[in-house]
């Protein structure tokens, strides 16, 4: 009877928080009818890993962009910050970044480059080509890098979304830092129960998940042979135009979009696999470029995680002592 009591008063607590928690989709651009709290014209709310937000900073750092920075967690830095009540009022949906420009958010970190590019002062850098021909195709790589959708799905389609799949051995790394009961808010909360269940699978088996999980192996194998086509094509590009970037000379959002995932491949430990002096070698060049932009430094280096520095050092690690190991993510 007792304990009858005590689960339902528990269910009960259960279901008015996830009442309180609860996420919807958000419109993507800027949300003119929505008055966030500011301090600055320009704010962002993001987070030291995650792919969009890396990309928002690069673009803020080279727009030259002063903003009050928001770290909000995610699971794999801390805890689900993201999908508490505060954060929640900020996006709806729950996830990071969110540049917030005079009060009004604007939702997807491709739209908020674009904004941000627009809404700069003249003196600023201009990052958005004159031509219609360039501007077109800027247009096109920002696409194939975005993470557009369910992130994991459409790998096809952009590099962006063949970057979460790519990312979980690095995920695998990074939760040994976490506790379960962490994760067992997003269990609880987590307005997409598959990322939680997929947290703990990573906790639970290691590396090793990579083995005995195939739908995890499928994913992570799919995403590999998709980055592989995207890098293929980016070699083209880079070859047709010679460089140093994706327009030729006109540094772009373009490549504002690539540095970030450039900047994930290196967290990985995997530049070599998509970006190899041999293989690919205006990748390599590329990558040379666009990591001695000041920007790198601003907007990436020094938002550096130590749950990050320490997954990348750990999977090192573990691929040098595990040729198998090795071959199963390198393919
Ligand atoms: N398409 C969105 C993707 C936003 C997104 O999925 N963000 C991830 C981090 S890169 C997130 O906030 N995830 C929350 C979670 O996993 O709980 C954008 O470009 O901003």
């Known amino acids: 009877m007792i304990l009858a009591g005590i689960a ?29 709290p500011h301090e600055q014209e320009f704010e962002l709310y993001h987070n ?36 508490r009540s505060p954060f929640l009022r900020v ?25 941000a590019a627009e809404h700069v002062p003249v003196s600023s850098p201009t990052l958005v080509p004159h031509s219609p021909l360039l501007r077109e195709e800027m247009e096109y790589w920002i696409d194939r890098s975005s993470i557009i959708g369910d992130p994991i799905n459409h790998e096809s389609e952009s590099a962006g979304n063949a970057v979460p799949g790519q990312t979980f051995p690095l995920f695998i790394t990074m939760i040994e830092r976490i506790s379960f009961w962490k994760i067992l808010e997003g269990l609880l ?15 639970l088996l290691g590396l090793n998940v990579l083995r005995k999980s195939r739908p995890l192996s499928a994913i992570f194998t799919q995403s590999r042979a998709q980055m592989h086509n995207h890098f293929d094509a980016l070699e083209a590009k880079l070859q047709q135009t010679g460089g140093p970037w994706i327009l030729g000379d006109t540094f772009s959002l373009a490549d504002v979009s690539w540095l970030a995932i450039y900047e994930r491949l290196r967290q990985l430990n ?61 393919g």
Request: hydrophobic content about 35%.
């Open 189 to 203: 909360f987590h307005f997409d129960k598959r990322r939680p269940l997929m947290f703990l699978a990573f906790k």
């Open 91 to 115: 996006n709806p949906a729950g996830t990071v970044p969110v540049l917030v420009h005079n009060g009004h958010p604007i939702y997807e970190s491709h739209e908020q480059i674009r904004y």
């Open 48 to 83: 030291a890993l995650s792919l969009c937000s890396m990309k928002s900073r690069l673009c803020l750092a080279e727009l030259e962009i002063p903003y009050k920075s928001h770290p909000v967690d995610l699971i794999e830095t801390g805890c689900y910050e993201n999908i």
């Open 270 to 330: 995997a530049l070599h696999v998509f970006a190899g002096r041999e293989e690919r070698p205006a990748c390599a060049q590329y990558w040379d470029n666009l990591e001695m932009r000041p920007s790198y430094q601003e907007a990436i280096r020094a938002h550096s995680h130590p749950i990050v520095v320490h997954g990348t050092q750990r999977l090192c690690d573990a691929k040098a002592g595990s040729p198998a190991l090795r071959e199963l993510l390198e």
């Open 8 to 36: 339902l008063t528990l269910c009960a607590l259960w279901y008015f928080e996830n009442k309180r928690r609860r996420t919807h989709s958000v419109q993507a651009g800027l949300q003119g009818d929505t008055e966030l």
